[in-house]
């Protein structure tokens, strides 16, 4: 079975100041692994994948496999950055080994960044 | 550019109703998906389909069916709706034959807000 946790409800930083937000997952496979984000009044959204090894909008995030984590990291938070977050993990496969592109998400994270 | 369309924004219906909740995409995606959205709970699958008229459980199918008869449109149907059903209700949509990894992003609709009284 596969488990995303996400152990912070609430997430309160501010302005300019770091921000990490956690994410264990629990997997037998090789997961792939996802944050999605929801702006207020908006459509929740891919915000990055671990895959790409990318940086949008100042976020990054790391698969360490090791402490099965995927924590999501932004050196200067900014008001523009308050929304709920959530990390998920792709590892279902059927017998052919395509991905139904099912998601198992985490409990998610409101981040609030202040003035 | 709305690509995932949900019906309607919010619902209010009785304890014991028939709630029908569709979603459009149109973006020829063979995987659609259904989620309900609870505050500390996440989102939790429903139930989800792969081709028009196949459908599969997902974590939390109970009290809850699907009917997939066109590729492009997934609804959700509630039998006897109740007051636990109060969510809002996420549709999402993505390819099935993504072989490269990392490519199951959803799409997801702007969300139905269902409350039963």
């Known amino acids: 079975a596969q488990r995303v946790t996400q152990p912070e409800k609430l997430l309160s930083v501010f302005k300019g100041a770091p921000v990490e937000l956690k994410c264990n997952y629990s997997?037998?496979?090789?997961?792939?692994l996802f944050w999605y984000v929801q702006y207020s009044r908006q459509r929740l959204q891919l915000l990055l994948r671990?895959?790409s090894r990318e940086s949008i909008k100042g976020f990054t995030a790391d698969l360490n496999k090791g402490e099965t984590s995927f924590h999501l990291k932004k050196p200067f938070a900014q008001e523009e950055d308050s929304a709920m977050y959530y990390c998920?993990?792709?590892?279902?496969?059927?017998?052919?080994?395509?991905?139904?592109?099912?998601?198992?998400f985490g409990q998610g994270t409101i981040l609030t960044v202040h003035p | 550019d709305v690509k995932v369309t949900q019906s309607s924004r919010y619902l209010v219906k009785r304890t014991g109703e028939k709630v029908f909740l569709e979603c459009v995409q149109d973006m020829d995606h063979e995987n659609m998906f259904w989620y309900r959205q609870d505050p500390g709970l996440g989102l939790r699958l429903i139930y989800f389909?792969?081709?028009?008229?196949?459908?599969e459980k997902g974590d939390i199918p109970e009290g809850y069916s699907v009917s997939r008869e066109k590729k492009e449109r997934f609804s959700l149907i509630l039998e006897s709706a109740s007051t636990n059903q109060t969510s809002m209700y996420l549709c999402a949509s993505n390819p099935l034959r993504q072989m490269r990894p990392g490519a199951n992003v959803l799409t997801f609709g702007a969300g139905s807000r269902l409350t039963v009284l």
């Open positions: 997997y037998s496979g090789s997961p792939e």
């Open positions: 389909s792969y081709d028009v008229k196949m459908k």
């Open positions: 671990h895959i």
């Open positions: 998920a993990l792709s590892g279902s496969k059927n017998a052919g080994g395509t991905s139904y592109g099912k998601l198992t």
